[in-house]
């Protein structure tokens, strides 16, 4: 179990965490349109898409500012070896494997997923997953990429019937 002092520093980071998302997401929001959809019958400001996220936003900054004040009030102090401790965690060997399996799962969501067929969008991102991973040897890798993409192609789109990207 982590000491009192542990669990107010994290509070106190995760509230930063929590104010500078709440923050982004505002930002992001005001971006939207004010009223609601052009073309709609009704276009009240609550109707408009930014609203709900502003609201949500707020409401994080609320609760990460009140999560900072608790945790500096019960002892929270965060020092340079903290953030040293914290850069070294981001640093570690599971942390970039994370950050990379998240970037490829970006990378297959957003350029390949309608720009090429979905086959083939499928067996990259498996393959190169895969290879990022060792997960094997590199015919086993291309084998089970390419059964994995077929059997997800006809799963969801013939058997399903769903639309796929």
């Known amino acids: 179990m982590l000491k009192k002092e542990s669990l107010r520093k994290a509070d106190v980071i995760s509230s930063i965490i929590l104010i500078i998302l709440g923050i982004y997401v505002i930002k992001e929001a005001l971006k939207m349109p004010a009223t609601g959809l052009p073309g709609t019958v ?16 707020i409401v994080l900054i609320i609760m990460g500012l009140f999560l900072l004040i608790n945790g500096i009030r019960s002892g929270g102090r965060i020092s340079k070896d903290d953030l040293r401790k914290f850069v070294k965690i981001f640093t570690s060997k599971n942390a ?15 350029i390949l997923l309608g720009r090429i ?5 499928t067996f990259i991102f498996l393959a190169g997953s ?9 015919w086993s890798i291309l084998l089970i ?14 058997l399903a019937r769903i639309p796929l990207p």
């Open 42 to 57: 009704e276009q009240e400001f609550y109707l408009a898409p930014g609203f709900f996220p502003i609201i949500v936003a």
């Open 117 to 121: 067929p979905f086959f083939w969008a």
């Open 130 to 138: 895969m290879f990022f991973l060792k997960a094997g040897s590199w």
């Open 145 to 158: 990429s390419t059964i994995g993409s077929l059997i997800i192609q006809y799963c969801f789109g013939t």
């Open 96 to 110: 970039i494997r994370s950050i990379v399996i998240t970037a490829l799962i970006i990378i297959y969501t957003i």
